[in-house]
């Protein structure tokens, strides 16, 4: 089963398009424009598959995660190491960072689905 990348909030939605250029797919309507016109609430915009790969981390992007002893921290990807560093350490998977700047620009990762 493959993942399926949604927002629920269209301000950062909208955000993300103008910002990283991100795609949206919105059963039965065309564009993120008309959704924008009349929002239903509660839905999902859904981020086109072909979007989803401004998702995976970058060079010198920020993450945020909390370790095992709840504190919350932030670290920077290196793609040499593929891998997001804080001071010396690498973080682990298990920790789930979550990109939060890109490019001094804030960045908004989506909810997930069968993640």
Do not use: H
């Amino acid at each position: 089963m493959s993942k399926r990348y949604y927002y629920t909030c269209p301000i950062k939605a909208l955000y993300m398009m103008k910002e990283f250029g991100v795609e949206f797919d919105i059963k039965g309507i065309n564009n993120f424009v008309a959704y924008m016109k009349n929002p239903v609430d509660g839905a999902r915009i859904n981020v086109a598959t072909k979007s989803q790969k401004i998702f995976k981390p970058r060079n010198y992007d920020l993450a945020g995660f909390t370790r095992d002893d709840g504190i919350s921290t932030i670290a920077q990807y290196d793609e040499a190491k593929k891998a997001f560093i804080n001071g010396s350490f690498r973080i682990l998977k298990k920790y789930n960072p979550e990109i939060i700047m890109r490019d001094n620009k804030q960045f908004f990762m989506p909810e997930v689905e069968n993640d």
